[in-house]
């Protein structure tokens, strides 16, 4: 592996091109990909910049590949979230008997007040 250094005008002439290293690859879309190991057996310098590139390039490209496919996704979620949310409103509503707690009407005769004999409106047998 080359050391990275200042090279000089002869040496930067005398640089490999990627067209002509036995490590480059170009697919028949022209898409270019390195064969080496930027580890063990890189030719120039500049060579791992190079190769960084590459492999930048190909993060993006997946990450453009996963937006798309969430923006496929997006409006099936969208629905499903709106199928759920009526499902659970439906459980919901269908389960608030349970902890309903309805307020028991006022009685005028109720047995729980003690006063409720002095309320009533029978006054009892006439003497």
Same mark, same amino acid.
């Given at each position: 592996?080359?050391?990275?250094?200042e090279l000089s005008p002869a040496e930067v002439i005398a640089m490999i091109q990627c067209k002509d290293c036995e490590f480059c690859r170009r697919g028949p879309d022209g898409q270019i990909a390195f064969a080496c190991d930027p580890f063990s057996n890189i030719k120039e310098p500049e060579?791992?910049?190079k190769?960084?590139?590459l492999k930048i390039n190909q993060m993006v490209a997946a990450y453009q590949a996963t937006l798309d496919y969430y923006q496929k996704l997006a409006p099936m979620q969208e629905k499903m979230f709106k199928v759920m949310e009526r499902e659970l409103d439906d459980m919901n509503e269908s389960e608030k008997w349970k902890t309903d %707690?309805? &307020?028991?009407? %006022?009685? &005028?005769?109720?047995?729980d007040d003690p006063d409720a004999w002095k309320k009533g409106h029978d006054n009892g047998p006439a003497l």
């Open positions: 592996m080359m050391n990275a250094r060579c791992l910049a190769w960084q590139l %707690e309805e &307020e028991p009407e %006022e009685d &005028e005769n109720s047995f």
